[in-house]
């Protein structure tokens, strides 16, 4: 079985300051993984993808992750917080074991002060 | 270009009342997934189909809960006699092709907010 665990449920940061969102995932198999991105009232959005190539893996709107394999976790980054990055952040993950289904993790909300 | 659509966006039902929930997948994807999204929680899956066929319904939690996607394109989630604990944000999303794996993305529409009372 695969789960997802988000280690934070709320990242509170200042504009222009380093963001950091903490995901672990378990799975049976080689994973996929992914991170999406939830506005208030708008569909999930694909941030970006692992895809069991680079293990550091660039996505939209300068975030980044990387995927370690031997702490099972994928760390989302981004250098310099915007305040349009305020929304809720899903990490998420897929295996074969699972079919393909997604199996996302609680959500962290980020809050970005000015 | 038109993404997954869904509708109503929002629905108010009784205790007791069926519902029906549309979603309009992009046009050409073979799979369609349906996850439900209670307040504060990430999406769970319920059920998923391959053109018309449904491969895994293993996420829907009672036989309240009903599919379908006859002709391969769009599909209606279904739950009869709703109760409060099925108040949740419905999310469908659509992918490409069949398989699993991070080639086959999955593009989600806005979701319906059901509010039983």
């Known amino acids: 079985a695969q789960s997802v665990t988000q280690l934070d449920s709320h990242v509170s940061v200042s504009e222009g300051t380093p963001v950091l969102l903490r995901c672990n995932y378990s799975?049976?198999?080689?994973?996929?993984l992914f991170w999406y991105v939830q506005h208030p009232n708008k569909g999930l959005q694909l941030l970006l993808k692992?895809?069991?190539?680079?293990?550091l893996v660039k996505g939209i709107n300068g975030f980044e992750a990387e995927f370690k394999k031997s702490e099972t976790s994928f760390h989302l980054t981004k250098p310099s917080a915007h305040m349009s990055d305020a929304a809720e952040y899903f990490c998420?993950?897929?295996?074969?074991?699972?079919?393909?289904?997604?199996?996302f993790g609680g959500g962290t909300r980020v809050l970005v002060k000015p | 270009g038109a993404g997954v659509s869904q509708s109503p966006r929002y629905k108010v039902a009784k205790r007791g009342q069926d519902v029906a929930l549309r979603c309009d997948p992009i046009?050409?994807?073979?799979?369609l997934f349906w996850y439900q999204q209670a307040l504060g929680q990430g999406p769970e899956f319920l059920t998923y189909?391959?053109?018309?066929?449904?491969?895994?319904k293993s996420g829907l939690p009672s036989d309240r809960f009903f599919a379908e996607r006859p002709e391969g394109s769009v599909s209606t989630l279904k739950i009869q006699r709703t109760q409060q604990e099925d108040s949740a944000v419905y999310l469908c999303?659509?992918?490409?092709?069949?398989?699993?794996?991070?080639?086959?993305?999955?593009?989600f529409g806005p979701g319906t907010r059901l509010t039983v009372l």
């Open positions: 999303a659509s992918s490409y092709s069949g398989g699993g794996g991070a080639k086959n993305e999955q593009f």
């Open positions: 799975s049976s198999y080689s994973p996929s």
């Open positions: 692992y895809t069991s190539a680079a293990t």
């Open positions: 998420v993950v897929s295996d074969l074991a699972a079919g393909n289904k997604l199996t």
């Open positions: 046009s050409g994807h073979v799979s």
């Open positions: 189909f391959q053109n018309e066929a449904q491969l895994d």
